[in-house]
């Protein structure tokens, strides 16, 4: 495929005429499968891509699902912090190594739920790393990483996700963006490309699978997160924003399952939160 | 007298964005390096440059490739002259259903949109640093963006995801550089372009567009570039960053 340019102009629109009949016949299907599918009536679990410590967004939002009555598989790259958080949560969570830069991994685990015998009631995609730099300090490898790490892990969350979801006829797809998805500031080029990029795949789902029942929804975290990453990392900056001057884990937890909670009628797409003392 | 030199890598038929950039640059004295894939294609705008009396070099190149992006900078290297316009303009629109879509396309998107971009970038900022700063700046870097880097909607997925990937870099790029005297604008075409792509898309698909469009309703590359040309001629003290363009009848 690599060798293949797909990017020639022949057959474009031939391809896209097929792709169109390939859905519509592919709607047909998940139709079918999704009356199926309702009469299995599985049980539904939540999943957190991207969980770290407890003490964290991905950790607090499966904290979260899990003292609302969901089983939770929390996946992420620190074997040891995703223990942590399991442990925490007790019988209901699931740790699932994985790394989000690698299609196959995020593939297994999407398996690994199917073979369960769940359904997806909440997916959330709470992937990304910022490291300020230089734009002419950033390396073609750095920039890709940074797309990789966190938008293309986005589409391939996706992937799985609403094929799942499709057939279910309901669920709910939650990314975690960034003040960068907005607004591109100096010395965050490789960060801000690839929350951006995120931010409109969000935007372009939310408008593809609404109206199948699926709610997808961005939400951006405008300042820093009072969790363990940046404890550890940088405590007297936290200190230095004073009380209440980061966000609480928790309480950005909460907002997301007020999101998935929301009736059809009155769905947000996104929503952002920061500090009452943010500077912006 | 050519003074200075101008890059437009992402250039195919004369009727498009970069073919009528390049036209409009070399027609106000600045030698053209037009960069794209197809060399018969290239030819010919170098071919029209010099019949009207410019200058123009085609490199054919992807602009995906980091070693092709280094031979395109070493050949402008080779000229001498001053680097003081460089347009991006690549990005192919390929609709597909998100359940339809797949990794290698959506990795072509990104690759095409950003990553090239951040090559030509990188490679332009280093050498416009160099030029003595005047009241139009040091040099400019256009960005050509669509209506996809502002919306996510429903088919585009993967195209619009890396084209605002590719406006928010070129954010980020034109907060560092803006004061050093880099001037970085992106243009959010926002409508159908009537050129060779959309003329030539397969399947009927393009000229049925078109049609629909009707008269007056899709945007003409030569008054595109004229925009382009606009920015490049802004003096520092008033540039703007991003520049929207769509016929005059286009919903939006």
Redesign the interface.
Same mark, same amino acid.
């Given at each position: /495929?690599?060798n293949k340019?797909?990017?020639q102009? $022949?057959? !474009? #629109?031939?391809?896209?005429?097929g792709? !169109?009949m390939?859905?519509q016949l592919?709607a047909v299907r998940h139709k079918q499968r999704r009356r199926l599918r309702q009469a299995l009536n599985r049980p539904r679990a939540a999943v957190v891509v991207g969980a770290g410590s407890p003490n964290g967004i991905g950790g607090a939002v499966a904290r979260r699902a899990a003292a609302a009555g969901l089983p939770v598989y929390v996946a992420g790259r620190n074997t040891e912090k995703i223990q942590a958080t399991a442990k925490l949560i007790g019988d209901a969570a699931t740790a699932v190594t994985l790394d989000a830069g690698d299609?196959d991994s995020i593939a297994r685990l999407f398996a690994r739920i199917a073979d369960d015998g769940y359904d997806l009631d909440l997916v959330v995609h709470n992937v990304g790393a910022n490291l300020p730099r230089?734009?002419?300090d950033?390396t073609?490898e750095m920039?890709?990483r940074a797309?990789q790490q966190d *938008?293309?892990s986005g589409?391939?969350v996706?992937?799985h996700a609403? %094929?799942a979801m499709?057939d279910q006829g309901f669920g709910t797809l939650l990314f975690t963006g960034a003040s960068? *998805?907005l607004? #591109? %500031?100096?010395?965050?080029?490789a960060f801000?490309?690839? $929350?951006? #990029?995120?931010? /409109?795949?969000?935007?372009?789902?939310?408008?593809?699978?609404g109206p199948q029942g699926i709610h997808v929804a961005h939400v951006i975290i405008d300042g820093q997160v009072d969790g363990d990453r940046l404890r550890q990392v940088a405590p007297g900056f936290l200190d230095a924003l004073g009380e209440e001057g980061s966000l609480d884990p928790a309480a950005i937890a909460d907002i997301y399952w007020q999101v998935h909670q929301q009736h059809p009628s009155t769905w947000t797409h996104e929503i952002d939160l920061r500090p009452f003392k943010e500077n912006w | 007298m050519t003074k200075s030199a101008a890059v437009i890598v992402g250039v195919g038929e004369r009727q498009g964005i970069g073919g009528a950039v390049a036209c409009l640059a070399a027609a106000n004295g600045l030698h053209v390096f037009v960069g794209g894939r197809t060399q018969a294609k290239l030819d010919a705008i170098v071919s029209e440059i010099q019949r009207d009396g410019g200058k123009a070099t085609a490199v054919v190149l992807d602009c995906t490739k980091p070693a092709d992006i280094d031979r395109l900078f070493s050949i402008v290297d080779k000229s001498g002259l001053p680097l003081s316009l460089i347009v991006y303009n690549t990005g192919r629109n390929i609709p597909a259903p998100f359940l339809e879509s797949n990794r290698a396309l959506e990795d072509g998107h990104w690759r095409r949109c950003v990553y090239g971009a951040f090559l030509v970038s990188q490679h332009a900022i280093r050498r416009q640093l160099h030029n003595p700063q005047d009241t139009a700046g040091r040099g400019s870097i256009l960005f050509t963006g669509a209506s996809a880097s502002l919306r996510g909607k429903p088919l585009f997925a993967g195209f619009s995801a890396a084209k605002a990937a590719l406006r928010a870099m070129a954010q980020s790029i034109a907060r560092e550089f803006g004061p050093q005297g880099i001037h970085v604008a992106h243009v959010v075409i926002d409508g159908l372009v009537d050129g060779a792509i959309v003329r030539s898309f397969g399947a009927g698909l393009g000229q049925l567009a078109l049609g629909r469009k009707g008269s007056g309703g899709a945007l003409l590359p030569d008054e595109v570039a004229k925009s382009f040309w606009m920015l490049h001629q802004q003096p520092r003290t008033a540039w703007t960053h991003e520049l929207d363009l769509r016929p005059y009848k286009e919903s939006f």
């Amino acid at each position: /495929m690599q060798n293949k340019p797909l990017d020639q102009d $022949k057959g !474009l #629109g031939w391809r896209l005429l097929g792709d !169109l009949m390939r859905e519509q016949l592919n709607a047909v299907r998940h139709k079918q499968r999704r009356r199926l599918r309702q009469a299995l009536n599985r049980p539904r679990a939540a999943v957190v891509v991207g969980a770290g410590s407890p003490n964290g967004i991905g950790g607090a939002v499966a904290r979260r699902a899990a003292a609302a009555g969901l089983p939770v598989y929390v996946a992420g790259r620190n074997t040891e912090k995703i223990q942590a958080t399991a442990k925490l949560i007790g019988d209901a969570a699931t740790a699932v190594t994985l790394d989000a830069g690698d299609p196959d991994s995020i593939a297994r685990l999407f398996a690994r739920i199917a073979d369960d015998g769940y359904d997806l009631d909440l997916v959330v995609h709470n992937v990304g790393a910022n490291l300020p730099r230089r734009f002419l300090d950033i390396t073609p490898e750095m920039l890709e990483r940074a797309w990789q790490q966190d *938008a293309a892990s986005g589409f391939e969350v996706s992937r799985h996700a609403l %094929k799942a979801m499709s057939d279910q006829g309901f669920g709910t797809l939650l990314f975690t963006g960034a003040s960068a *998805a907005l607004c #591109g %500031k100096a010395g965050f080029a490789a960060f801000a490309q690839a $929350k951006a #990029g995120l931010r /409109m795949l969000a935007q372009a789902l939310a408008r593809e699978f609404g109206p199948q029942g699926i709610h997808v929804a961005h939400v951006i975290i405008d300042g820093q997160v009072d969790g363990d990453r940046l404890r550890q990392v940088a405590p007297g900056f936290l200190d230095a924003l004073g009380e209440e001057g980061s966000l609480d884990p928790a309480a950005i937890a909460d907002i997301y399952w007020q999101v998935h909670q929301q009736h059809p009628s009155t769905w947000t797409h996104e929503i952002d939160l920061r500090p009452f003392k943010e500077n912006w | 007298m050519t003074k200075s030199a101008a890059v437009i890598v992402g250039v195919g038929e004369r009727q498009g964005i970069g073919g009528a950039v390049a036209c409009l640059a070399a027609a106000n004295g600045l030698h053209v390096f037009v960069g794209g894939r197809t060399q018969a294609k290239l030819d010919a705008i170098v071919s029209e440059i010099q019949r009207d009396g410019g200058k123009a070099t085609a490199v054919v190149l992807d602009c995906t490739k980091p070693a092709d992006i280094d031979r395109l900078f070493s050949i402008v290297d080779k000229s001498g002259l001053p680097l003081s316009l460089i347009v991006y303009n690549t990005g192919r629109n390929i609709p597909a259903p998100f359940l339809e879509s797949n990794r290698a396309l959506e990795d072509g998107h990104w690759r095409r949109c950003v990553y090239g971009a951040f090559l030509v970038s990188q490679h332009a900022i280093r050498r416009q640093l160099h030029n003595p700063q005047d009241t139009a700046g040091r040099g400019s870097i256009l960005f050509t963006g669509a209506s996809a880097s502002l919306r996510g909607k429903p088919l585009f997925a993967g195209f619009s995801a890396a084209k605002a990937a590719l406006r928010a870099m070129a954010q980020s790029i034109a907060r560092e550089f803006g004061p050093q005297g880099i001037h970085v604008a992106h243009v959010v075409i926002d409508g159908l372009v009537d050129g060779a792509i959309v003329r030539s898309f397969g399947a009927g698909l393009g000229q049925l567009a078109l049609g629909r469009k009707g008269s007056g309703g899709a945007l003409l590359p030569d008054e595109v570039a004229k925009s382009f040309w606009m920015l490049h001629q802004q003096p520092r003290t008033a540039w703007t960053h991003e520049l929207d363009l769509r016929p005059y009848k286009e919903s939006f």
